[in-house]
């Protein structure tokens, strides 16, 4: 019990470690997997208190109060809904145990030590959420430019007038039009699945 306490005091119990492929499922978060719709882990870090498990859906956070504790918290931040920014990797120093990778998500900052024997897997989920943070930035740039010239296109229109539709009935079509044509932006600019990057960067 010291040796738990003094590991704890320490912060040694909070280096995480890359869990691999093969003990996927012997993990908190592999109970909550959407298998219904595909979704798979990619990548997964384990501390004594927490485990970050990266699907391709979505980060789920198995927060643990402290190392001695059993109640577990669980989060899930859906990249359609939820931003990834501010990705940093530091590495080892000379006498360092560990690395640290930071980034926010929906402004909720994250911060995760790992052993430095995983320094290789984790340059790697480094290269996946900048990649996914650069996507997300990328696509948001897009839904917006087509939600101003929607608003540019309706005000114009409106300038024009048409004598021969009444203004119920003009309202009625441009408000189905605009529903429709965002709806269809959406599904284009917004995305949800990001397993192609994650096959694309990591390699564990």
Not at 21 to 39: C, G, L, M
Not at 183 to 190: I, P
Request: aromatic fraction near 10%; charged fraction near 30%; proline fraction near 2%.
């Amino acid at each position: 019990m010291f040796k738990k306490l003094a590991s704890d005091a320490l912060g040694l119990s909070d280096i995480g470690v890359v869990v691999p492929r093969s003990d996927f499922d012997k993990t908190d978060s592999d109970d909550f997997i959407f298998n219904e719709i595909d979704e798979r882990i990619f990548f997964l870090i384990k501390t004594k208190a927490d485990e970050y498990c990266f699907t391709n859906y979505g980060l789920i956070h198995v927060d643990g109060a402290n190392a001695l504790s059993k109640k577990r918290m669980l989060r899930r931040y859906e990249y359609e809904h939820h931003t990834i920014d501010n990705v940093l990797l530091e590495t080892a120093g000379t006498i360092d145990l560990d690395v640290e990778i930071k980034f926010t998500i929906s402004n909720v900052p994250l911060s995760i030590d790992i052993h430095k024997k995983f320094l290789s897997e984790i340059k790697d989920l480094y290269k996946a959420l900048h990649a996914i943070s650069l996507q997300q930035k990328s696509n948001e740039f897009k839904l917006d430019s087509a939600k101003q010239s929607l608003t540019l296109a309706a005000s114009a229109l409106g300038r024009v007038g048409n004598d021969e539709v009444p203004p119920a009935t003009s309202f009625e079509n441009i408000t189905k039009f605009s529903h429709n044509w965002l709806l269809e932006q959406k599904d284009a600019h917004v995305k949800k699945d990001f397993g192609d990057v994650f096959e694309k960067y990591i390699n564990n």
